[in-house]
């Protein structure tokens, strides 16, 4: 038969995003994809970064992306803090899990949406939004805004949370769980969705692990990669065990997003109740010095996946800052998932996937000429603060 | 004559199939929206779309044949309108002979047909993958729908008259399920599936043009809904038929809020394999004289 | 099937939805909306010029001016984080349709 190339992107209607994917197609099975060109949300955070001081530059890596911006300041201030040498306080602790958890919440709902959206089930799409909003409410009374949540600085959060908030988001929770149970079950049961999803967008255990694909889409394959795992600020405490699919399809990677929001909720919950009395960030001095030269490498778990902070000091401010977020990772592994299906399942595999662009379109790939350094795996372990966890 | 005139351009013909065409998808659209629990535009949006689509400007694009463009929803529109003329809405019908039936499927058949062609007459790739899709369902649809309309039409002698397919339980599915197909609505919204071929064979369409295809959308629901309500729930009088019709839209809403798009494959098997033979069923029953 | 009982529920019940500018939502206590300034009981610090991140706040010591550009303005709340005086100077309010035609008028005295 006779092979065309699709264009998909930079605007298309499945995309929310600007991203342009070359498919080569024969008839209406694609046959493998040709070309993926990021960069068009390039907006330069990186080097913006380098010259502001460390508190304001918190703010502005909150701005890398709009659903997931607590993920990045959490693993700035978790690197800046290394940093410094300091802890911060445990109830800042408790209360970055409990902002961290909810807007996982939301940015797993955000997506699954649009993966029910892309299905064609509109009704689905709006059932879950609506439901979204329990989260995105309970944040803006948490923390002021419904993005760009700015809870977190150097040295704990900035806003503490009292009995009636507390009151308020268990009252939430207990609505949000019930909805994301019955959403489990009509993703798992439905059979307008089973028909689009089941066996679509098969991402092997094998695949999974040669492409270093993170997130809710490596662990529905199997592949046990969550960086909650190395229990940072209180996972530990809070005996997280990580959700677990076994196909490695677009429905696993559904219901898996949203076992981890039923999980979340408990996280959230449990938190609430060990949260304990103190201060929620420590005194420290308004121009922060760190000493210079001084690098560190902080991961978060975020919605999408792992979430890598690379900073390195110059004194009163960031030398660098290299985010790499959890969609670059998975980028590699979409060529594999896209090959041999329809184009019609084209915008179900790529919502699965759940990119954001805001996120990986922050630098711009330059050839550069000169010396070449590789980190390699060590060198990650050790820019870690030493944890060895594989 | 004078009558027959009013029948062919008030009700049900032109100026009614205009209004309640538009009239139903507005409602459509609002009880939709409140089954998601959304507020929705108001019933008479369509009136607005139309009248604003009318006075805007045809683009028309380099690889793109501005005549058909013009004429195919002009042709769909006027074939979802003749089959009006053959429908005994409310008792009376404009024209009406033995055999019609045959015409009113020739002419369900046109007006996919030509949505197809001007999707094909844009150049657009994304317009050609949406018209190849929509002949495919065209030949898909066909198979239920013209095997349900032949069991009816055989119990009337093939002329369009009122008829309650109560006995033919399968027909009267298939019939159900190939309107769905027929007016595009989810599940067989394929050929417009904006997510994945943006707009299918309407994405180069823009003013007068897209109004037109708007309008023979809307007439196309109103005639689908007017021959379910006669051919199959057999109204013989206006209240009968207003009830009729406002129950079969509602079922139409109802099946297109819960259901999500098929794969054109899926919608394929669906209906060859499963829709199909119940409506032969029901055919088989009638040829060989086994009901009630 | 699994969603046909809840559409049937949802088409006779009130929507979610709410036409947006006659009914406003109910904000939340501690929004944070456009910068509210207090010229009466302003020390004229710089503090809160100083600590904004997107350097939206211009202090004139002197003329004892005190000027924010809404269009550069984050809604962070470092500025109210920062300010020394007690009750607070400058405070995030609850407005919140913050936009013009054109940018000089965004730029206020608070």
């Known amino acids: 038969m006779h092979d065309f190339f699709l264009p998909v992107g930079p605007q298309h209607p499945a995309l929310i995003e600007p991203v342009h994917m070359k498919l080569r197609v024969e008839g209406e099975t694609v046959v493998s994809l040709e070309g993926l060109e990021l960069g068009y949300n390039h907006k330069g955070i990186e080097k913006a970064l380098e010259n502001r001081s460390w508190t304001k530059s918190v703010f502005l890596s909150e701005r890398v992306c709009g659903i997931c911006g607590n993920f990045h300041t959490s693993a700035f201030t978790q690197g800046v803090e290394r940093l410094m040498g300091i802890e911060i306080p445990d109830r800042a602790k408790h209360i970055r899990v409990i902002v961290s958890e909810l807007e996982r919440i939301h940015s797993h709902l955000l997506c699954l949406g649009l993966v029910a959206h892309e299905m064609g089930l509109d009704t689905l799409f709006h059932y879950i939004f609506r439901d979204r909003e329990i989260a995105m409410d309970l944040l803006e009374m948490l923390s002021g805004n419904r993005v760009h949540f700015s809870m977190n600085t150097i040295g704990g959060v900035r806003r503490d949370l009292d009995t009636e908030n507390i009151r308020k988001v268990e009252e939430g929770l207990e609505k949000l769980e019930d909805r994301l149970y019955h959403y489990v079950k009509v993703f798992e049961k439905d059979s307008s969705v089973k028909r689009r999803t089941k066996g679509i967008g098969i991402l092997s255990e094998k695949m999974a692990t040669e492409m270093d694909t993170v997130g809710p889409c490596a662990r529905a394959s199997k592949v046990n990669y969550d960086i909650r795992n190395e229990g940072y600020l209180t996972y530990k405490n809070l005996k997280f065990k990580p959700v677990i699919g076994e196909r490695g399809d677009v429905m696993e990677r559904n219901v898996v997003r949203f076992k981890e929001c039923i999980q979340s909720v408990k996280l959230i919950r449990d938190s609430l109740f060990s949260i304990p009395k103190g201060d929620i960030a420590l005194k420290l001095p308004m121009m922060i010095k760190i000493g210079e030269g001084l690098e560190t490498m902080s991961r978060v778990e975020a919605p999408r996946g792992e979430l890598a902070y690379y900073v390195k000091s110059a004194g009163d401010r960031p030398y660098r800052v290299k985010i790499r977020t959890p969609t670059y990772a998975n980028f590699h592994m979409l060529g594999h998932i896209l090959k041999g299906y329809q184009i019609a399942d084209i915008p179900v595999i790529v919502a699965s996937m759940d990119p954001c662009m805001s996120c990986t379109d922050r630098v711009t790939l330059v050839n550069t000429k000169g010396k070449e350094t590789v980190l390699g795996k060590e060198d990650f372990h050790k820019l870690n603060g030493g944890h060895h966890h594989d | 004559m004078i009558s027959e005139l009013l029948h062919a351009l008030v009700f049900p013909g032109l100026v009614s199939a205009i209004i309640f065409g538009f009239l139903y998808e507005g409602i459509l659209r609002k009880v939709t929206a409140h089954m998601h629990s959304r507020i929705g535009p108001p019933v008479w949006q369509p009136f607005l779309d139309f009248v604003k689509l009318m006075s805007k400007e045809n683009i028309t694009t380099k690889d793109s044949f501005g005549m058909i463009m013009t004429f195919a929803p002009i042709i769909s529109f006027a074939s979802a309108l003749t089959v009006l003329l053959f429908l005994p809405v409310g008792g009376f019908s404009f024209l009406s002979f033995g055999g019609d039936l045959f015409i009113v499927i020739y002419m369900l058949i046109m007006a996919g047909l030509f949505f197809a062609i001007g999707g094909f007459a844009t ?116 209240l009968m038929f207003a009830v009729n019709s406002l129950a079969l839209l509602f079922l139409l809403i109802v099946v297109r809020t819960i259901f999500g798009r098929l794969r054109i494959k899926q919608s394929l098997r669906l209906l060859w394999y499963v829709v199909g033979p119940l409506a032969l069923i029901d055919l088989a029953r009638v040829l060989l004289g086994i009901y009630i | 099937m699994k969603l046909l009982g809840e559409a049937l529920k949802r088409a006779i019940s009130r929507p979610v939805t709410r036409k947006f500018p006659k009914e406003k939502p109910i904000l939340p206590e501690g929004f944070r909306g456009r910068v509210e300034h207090n010229k009466e009981t302003c020390t004229f610090c710089m503090l809160c010029a100083m600590n904004c991140p997107a350097a939206a706040i211009a202090i004139n010591r002197e003329k004892k001016e005190w000027k924010v550009d809404i269009g550069k303005c984050i809604y962070c709340g470092k500025c109210q984080d920062v300010c020394p005086t007690n009750p607070k100077s400058v405070k995030l309010g609850k407005k919140y349709e913050n936009t013009d035609y054109d940018r000089e008028n965004l730029k206020t005295n608070g």
């Open chain 2, 123 to 238: 150049g657009n790739p994304f317009a050609s993958v949406g018209s190849v899709r929509e002949i495919i369902q065209i030949f898909a649809i066909e198979f239920p729908f013209v095997i349900s309309m032949i069991t009816v039409g055989l119990m009337m002698n093939f002329s369009v008259s009122p008829f309650f397919a109560w006995q033919f339980p399968f027909a009267l599915f298939s019939f159900l399920v190939s309107v769905q197909g027929k007016l595009s609505l989810p599940p067989f919204h394929i050929q417009e599936a904006e997510q994945e071929i943006v707009a299918g064979p309407l994405t180069e369409y823009s003013g007068p043009r897209l109004a037109m295809h708007e309008l023979a959308k809307g007439v196309m629901v109103w005639t689908m809904i007017s021959m379910g309500a006669v051919l199959f729930l057999g109204a013989t009088n206006l």
